[in-house]
């Protein structure tokens, strides 16, 4: 994937996943650093249990990056003491 499409990437799935934790977004710039970072978790969880990490720009991949994300998010707000799953 090019770097624009990592960045469109990562837009896409840390808003999905911002608004799954505390149902508002956290910021266009968050978003994408947050949908890198969890396609990069994400695909380290699901390689560690025998799954297949990100394999491209399709559904498959998105679900794992917003699962990564997710859980990223979920330490970002417990480190920083902010409220999320409101």
């Known amino acids: 994937m090019s770097l624009l499409g990592w960045v469109l990437f990562g837009l896409v799935t840390g808003f999905v996943a911002s608004r799954v934790v505390n149902q508002r977004g956290e ?3 968050l978003n994408i650093a947050l949908g890198i970072l969890g396609a ?3 695909g380290f969880i699901f390689n560690s249990i025998g799954g297949a990490g990100i394999t491209g720009f399709n559904l498959y991949s998105m679900f794992v990056a917003v699962i ?3 859980v990223v998010l979920i330490l ?3 480190i920083t003491g902010r409220r999320g799953l409101r």
């Open 27 to 29: 910021g266009c710039v």
């Open 40 to 42: 990069c978790v994400g």
């Open 68 to 70: 990564g994300a997710i």
């Open 76 to 78: 970002y707000h417990a």
